[in-house]
């Protein structure tokens, strides 16, 4: 009996550490790229370290302990750090790191597009966060060994759970955990708000939309979160698939063919106004130029992948839908 | 018979473009079928788009447009396609590609060097430094109604070729070589200006490197009015010109000896096809190789007569680049692709087929 009985607890044993680092296995990669959200809410806060994460280079990140020294390259990764209030553990962010007031005026500024390795490399960080490798950047700084964690901003972070999915990461690496998991709670709180009460709008109404980036007609595809807040609000997106590109060039007969209802401006800040736009040779055709549905955002709310993207969801889904969302 | 005799002797000679014997008169069918063959490239193009709108509709929206003409109601959304995007469109690429390969086949003669190109002397890096600091600049103005980048573009492209030319001034004279050279060197510090700047101000990188790459999306009426109207002047004064060019490709001392002042002809012909370039340049960002090969290619077809090379050149560079932004717009219906990879990718070919194909030397007074 006795082996039987040895034999039985070592096999549960082994079954439960494989179950264990099976479940384990299973929560980071849910962290960090989950497509559905709902696990990530009900999941309590575990010891994190070592904390592991893909980047979009394909190479594995290991985090042993919470770093001390981070240089954010990315203005969406400052942002989620300072709501997790965990700035203390930054050492310097890039310039257009302008969120919160905090990262605005951070003493130790450092260029993400142009970056000066040596400037980089003298701050001894113990973490760097890059949004798009230019330059071979994460190269160079994979031989100086450093830690760079590394998801690109284009392609592979392109939903809103792909932005939580950052927050968690992040708050696991600065050991934020709770607060990160209480921050994605109310953040996807107030986007199920939005999706319950679109549930009730046949999508047939659905109105088609316009992004705008540029003046010269750069729009954003539906494989982007910029997408994704449309597929919220039941807008179909002109730029459509984007001909395979992210962030495609529309043709401008091709926007005025598709007569949009809605038009969304995201280029303000470069000029581009809604007397402006109204004013294009060739525009009054256009539903939403006729009915003034010419609406601006603030592109940095609905470029970056940080908390404040549900901002741009909610603006868009009362300027949109005046009624429904008061 | 009698009469029929010296005809008869002329055509061979207009065949193989001896300017000596060729007159302006036996020009003007070549010149006739030139701008018919453009007109019906430019209809063409008018009518093709990624929004089917069928031919004789397109050509209705068209003359309803002209003075005193009633063509009956058309839906909005077709006369915005057509009027307001689609005519201004291919009006202002095939006024931009006339002004490029015209002026190219310009500095190709007075320099006599098959490399020159009418960006040589700096048009084109001092435009994108008068268009990159309207870009990077705090004032709200990338608006494209009454924008100021055409006019800051056409400043910064004059302002280069000015310096370019004070640069070669030695003793009062200037050299071609000394124009040249101080071309090339205006050119690299203007295009280290912008490269600088478009990494100084990364968020308006795409913006500039946009505007470099060049294209007729936004085009107008209000630029076509903008542009048209250096470009036209410019042409027809310099194409008096064509007779002299012919005698300086020989020998210019030839020409110094008939009692004309070599160096004030050049001088005048470069100032007027810089200006035409700067104008084409300011609404239409940098659109490379037009100004390059279509001089030489109508060169190796229709012979080294520039009364023949500068109109033809007008004519073949306006339907070119007509037909390259048909292209670039149709490639993925709906998105743009931009017409420089469009003219360097479609042209090289043809190019390279042409020059290994003809026997006569691809540059020089045959």
């Known amino acids: 009996m006795r082996p039987l009985v040895a034999m039985l607890a070592a096999a549960l044993l082994v079954a439960g550490a494989a179950c264990g680092s099976d479940s384990k296995k299973d929560e980071s990669k849910a962290t960090a790229f989950a497509d559905d959200p709902t696990p990530i809410t009900g999941i309590s806060p575990l010891p994190n370290y070592p904390v592991t994460a893909q980047r979009s280079d394909g190479k594995t990140l290991t985090v042993a302990q919470a770093p001390k020294r981070i240089i954010s390259l990315s203005p969406g990764a400052t942002e989620i750090i300072f709501a997790l209030g965990a700035e203390k553990s930054l050492v310097a962010v890039d310039k257009y790191s302008d969120f919160p007031e905090g990262a605005k005026n951070f003493p130790e500024k450092v260029d993400a597009f142009e970056p000066n390795i040596e400037a980089i490399a003298a701050l001894k960080p113990d973490l760097v966060i890059v949004a798009s490798d230019t330059a071979g950047l994460v190269a160079k700084l994979d031989e100086l060994k450093v830690p760079v964690y590394y998801a690109d901003i284009d392609k592979d972070i392109r939903t809103f759970n792909d932005v939580f999915g950052q927050i968690r990461l992040l708050g696991q690496i600065t050991d934020t955990d709770a607060k990160a998991l209480d921050l994605i709670k109310s953040l996807s709180e107030r986007v199920n708000k939005i999706e ?23 729009s954003a595809s539906d494989n982007t979160f910029v997408g994704d807040i449309y597929r919220i609000l039941k807008l179909k997106n002109i730029a459509g698939d984007g001909g395979g590109v992210e962030y495609p060039q529309l043709t401008q007969e091709a926007i005025i063919a598709a007569n949009p209802r809605i038009i969304v401006l995201a280029d303000e800040a470069f000029g581009v106004t809604i007397e402006s736009v109204k004013a294009r040779p060739g525009w009054g055709a256009i539903t939403a130029v006729q009915n003034n549905k010419i609406f601006a955002i603030d592109p940095n709310i609905i470029s970056r992948p940080g908390p404040r993207i549900v901002d741009a969801l909610e603006q868009l889904a009362k300027d949109v839908y005046p009624q429904r969302f008061e | 018979m009698q009469l029929a005799r010296p005809r008869s002797a002329r055509r061979p000679a207009a065949a193989t473009g001896d300017p000596a014997l060729v007159t302006w008169s036996n020009l003007a069918p070549t010149y006739a079928l030139a701008a018919l063959a453009t007109l019906a490239v430019a209809l063409f193009a008018i009518s093709w788009g990624t929004v089917h709108i069928a031919p004789p509709t397109t050509l209705g929206i068209l003359a309803g447009h002209l003075p005193f003409v009633s063509t009956g109601e058309h839906s909005a959304t077709a006369d915005a396609i057509i009027w307001q995007v689609r005519a201004p469109r291919v009006v202002l690429a095939g006024l931009v590609g006339a002004t490029l390969a015209f002026s190219g086949a310009a500095y190709q003669g007075v320099f006599r060097n098959p490399l020159a190109e009418p960006y040589l002397l700096g048009v084109a890096s001092g435009a994108a430094v008068g268009a990159t600091l309207i870009l990077i600049s705090p004032m709200l103005v990338a608006a494209w109604v009454f924008s100021p980048l055409p006019p800051a573009a056409f400043a910064g492209a004059l302002i280069a070729v000015a310096a370019a030319y004070t640069l070669a001034r030695v003793n009062r004279r200037v050299a071609t070589t000394s124009l040249i050279l101080s071309g090339v060197a205006v050119s690299s510090v203007c295009t280290s200006l912008v490269t600088y700047l478009m990494l100084m101000y990364n968020t308006r990188t795409l913006a500039i490197l946009n505007w470099i790459l060049g294209g007729f999306n936004t085009a107008s009426w209000e630029k076509v009015a903008i542009g048209a109207p250096y470009m036209i002047v410019a042409g027809a004064l310099i194409l008096p010109y064509a007779r002299l060019l012919n005698v300086m ?68 560079g306006a339907a070119f680049l007509i037909l390259a932004d048909v292209v670039a717009r149709s490639i993925d219906p709906g998105y743009e692709v931009p017409i420089g990879v469009v003219t360097a990718l479609v042209g090289t070919p043809f190019f390279l087929y042409l020059l290994r194909r003809q026997s006569r030397p691809a540059f020089g007074a045959a």
């Not at chain 1, 319950?196 to 010269?216: F, G, R, W």
């Open chain 2, 249 to 316: 490709q020989l020998d210019e001392d030839e020409a110094r000896q008939l009692g004309v002042n070599v160096e004030r002809v050049k001088l005048i012909i470069l100032a007027l096809a810089s200006l035409a370039t700067a104008a084409a340049v300011a609404v239409s960002g940098l659109i490379g190789f037009v100004g390059l090969v279509v001089p030489h290619t109508v060169r190796m077809i229709w012979g080294p007569d520039y009364r023949r090379v500068l109109p033809l050149s007008g004519f073949v």
């Open chain 1, 196 to 218: 319950v009460s679109m549930q009730a709008l046949p999508s047939q109404a659905a109105p088609n939309v316009y992004h705008e980036l540029d003046s010269t007609y750069y």
